[in-house]
C-alpha cells in the first residue's frame, strides 16, 4: 500500500506549493508505505489565516 497524502487547507485537499514531498517508511520491511506533502511558508500562511478567522 502506498498513499499519497496532500495538505487539508481551507475544506480542500491540495499539494504542496513546491511539489515536495517526504516518505514514510515501515519499519518491518523498509518499503515506502506513504509520501506526504511537505508544507511551505506559502501553504501554512492560509492555513493560520483560515483558522484564526473561521
Do not use: H
Amino acid at each position: 500500500m502506498n498513499l499519497l497524502a496532500d495538505l487539508f487547507i481551507d475544506g480542500q485537499w491540495r499539494p504542496g506549493s513546491d511539489g515536495r514531498r517526504f516518505d514514510v517508511t515501515d519499519p518491518a520491511d523498509l518499503s515506502t508505505i506513504a509520501r506526504f506533502a511537505v508544507a511551505t511558508e506559502q501553504d501554512c500562511m492560509p492555513a493560520v489565516r483560515r483558522a484564526a478567522y473561521p
